[in-house]
Structures are given as C-alpha cells and as structure tokens.
C-alpha cells in the first residue's frame, strides 16, 4: 500500500467532515498506486492527463458520497478555475499573486473536466495532472500543476498539490527543493499545504478546515443543468463556433437569417493586446497568437505552414503528436489549394521531396503524396 497504516486514519479524519456525508468511511487512497482501467482514462496527451479515481473506504470498498455525476457548464467552470490565484515563495519572500492556471491550458483542460463530471460515479473524483514545457535549451523545464475535483452539496472541491512545479528536463539531478523527477507526482488528498506556495483566497472561495491546498468554492446559480439543456447547449455551441469561423448566413428557428461577421484583422489584434495587457495570457501566447492572425490574410506555402508548426513544437507548445495530427491536416488541406492549382506533377512532387529531405515529412508522407498524385494524373 502506498499509505502507511497511520495516513489511512488521519485522512479519513480530514474528509469526513469536508464532503458533508453521513456515516462515510473515505480515502484510504485517493492517488498514486490504484491500477487505472481504459474507462477511467478521460484524456491523455503527452504528459498531461485527466481521469477519474476511486474514493477508497478505510474497509476497503467503495461509497456513494459525491454529487457526480454532475452537468456542469463549461463556461462556468473555466471562469472559476481561472479566478484561482497563488503566491510562489522566493529569497526575498512572497512574490506577486498570479493566475494558477495559463489560458491555454484551461482551453485544453475545461472541456475534458466537464466530461469527465458528466461520466464519473458517486464514487469517484477527478484527477488532473497539467504539463507543458517552457523555456529554450539548458533553461527548458517541464511545469506540473496536479489536483483533484469532486463536487458535494453543489459546491466545486478543488484540492491542490502541485502548482507550476517546474521540473528541469533532461538533467539527471534533484531540482532546487531536493525532489528527483521520479517524485513529480504527489496525490492532492496525501498534503495539507506547501511551503513553497499559497493559494490567494477570493469571496467566493474557502479552505477545508486544516487545509491551505484545498478549495471550496459557491458556484453561481444555474452553474448546472439537465441532461437536455446540457446536450442542447453543446449543439448549439458547435454550431455557433463553424457559424463564426465561416462567416455564412445562421438562421435561428422561427428568426429571420442572422449574417454573422467575422472580426477585422484590427480588431483582432486590438482585443488580443488586451488580453495580453490584463494578464490574462502570457506575452509568449500574445506572439503566437499574433502570429496565427496575421498569416491568416494570406494563404501560405505549404513549407511556410510546416515552418510555422516546427516552431510550435520546438517551442514547446505543441506535442509530437501534436504536430503528427496537425501535419495530416496539412497534407489533405494541400491537396486542392491554391497554391498546387496550375502546376504540374513534377513541380508539385518537388516541395513534397524538398519538403522530406528537410525533415518535415517522412517517407511514408511522400510516398503517400506521391501515389495520391499519380492517381488523379
């Protein structure tokens, strides 16, 4: 067992009384250790991964103790997580208080999250282990932030205990706290605080009692739905995000048609700078971004997009399989483009060559490009 003997005690003494159940014998293991099956798996990309974990009784079998599963709205919870704010400890002291969570990490996080509270049990939590990379070279290091979240007395528990825990890649030493990377992980309920952080409380927010890792937080009427409204909600979203990225003619039932505009490449850029500018993404997502929409007033060459791509991937943005997908999507979205209308077999062929001889492409790419070609020759 990963607990010892006396770890199952003392957490059973600290839940019992946040989860607000009768009678309930909890966690004798919330975390590392339990063998996962495939159904418990939600998402899983490189490093980063959400599941969901069995509430362990001190007797060995499961409870019925959480308000799952539960129709939480998405947007909901991504304005709540990223009201969660912390403190980094330093040589000087507490440094200045700063989002938990990247946009980009909750764009990639909250809809799985939400997924997950709709398939999980009575019986079972969430458990989210975020990883990217930052930084360049000998300074690159792999951030962690790991929790867990179950919903009781529809209040959302968020409970903490990794908070951009930066890992130094590739180094084989102890990080600066002494910790190697086989201890990156630490199970959320196994912790009561860090020394190293604090979690910077708002009005709507409070600790379990004993506890400066572990959230509880009031959500704001209406934060859940039934099945239908849920499932009417996604449909329409879906079809309001193709509406606004085409720009067509969206006809709303029993409503004249409704032209929907997209934004002027200014405005774009104007509404980007002030998310930059209030801190609600990095400078680094500033320039990404910035990038992405200035590329989009033009086509571009099918090398410029594989360049483009490289460096989300070097830069640590984007994973290898990440860029293996995105790649696909080239390679088909290039079949009938612009830029391979009036050429030739032979001139099309030789951006694909140049393109595999530069690494871009494997042979396997080629060969299918190739075959593709001759085809329709």
Known sequence: MWYKKKGFILLFIILSGTIGCKGLDILSNMGRGQVQGKNNNIFNEGKTYIRLEEVKGTKGSAKAILDHP????????????????????????????????????????????????????????????????????????????????????????????????????????????????????????????????????????????????????????????????????VALGKKQEEVNLSGATQTVSGSQPVIVQQMSITDQLLELKELETTGLITKEDYELRKTLILGSKKEKSIKDKFNDLRKLKEDGFISDTDYEHKKRDILEENDHSESEKGKNIKEILAVYLELRDEGFITDEDYDYKKKKLLKEF
């Open 70 to 233: 539960k129709y939480l709205k998405k947007d909901i919870l991504t304005s709540v997580l990223s009201s969660i704010y912390f403190k980094e400890k330093g040589i000087t002291g507490w440094g200045k208080e700063q989002n938990i969570f990247q946009e980009s990490e909750l764009l990639q996080l909250t809809p799985h999250i939400t997924d997950a509270f709709i398939r999980a049990l009575p019986s079972q939590y969430i458990l989210v282990n975020s990883n990217y990379t930052k930084g360049k070279g000998f300074f690159k290091s792999e951030v962690y932030t790991i929790f867990g979240l179950f919903i009781s007395n529809d209040k959302l528990n968020v409970v903490f205990s990794r908070i951009q825990y930066e890992d130094l890649v590739g180094k084989g030493a102890d990080n600066v706290f002494g910790e190697t990377g086989q201890a990156v992980f630490v199970d959320p309920f196994s912790i009561t605080q860090n020394p190293f952080w604090k979690i910077s409380l708002r009005s709507d927010q409070q600790f379990k009692t004993g506890h400066s890792n572990w959230l509880i937080i009031d959500l704001e009427e209406g934060a859940f739905v039934s099945k239908e409204d849920y499932e009417k909600e």
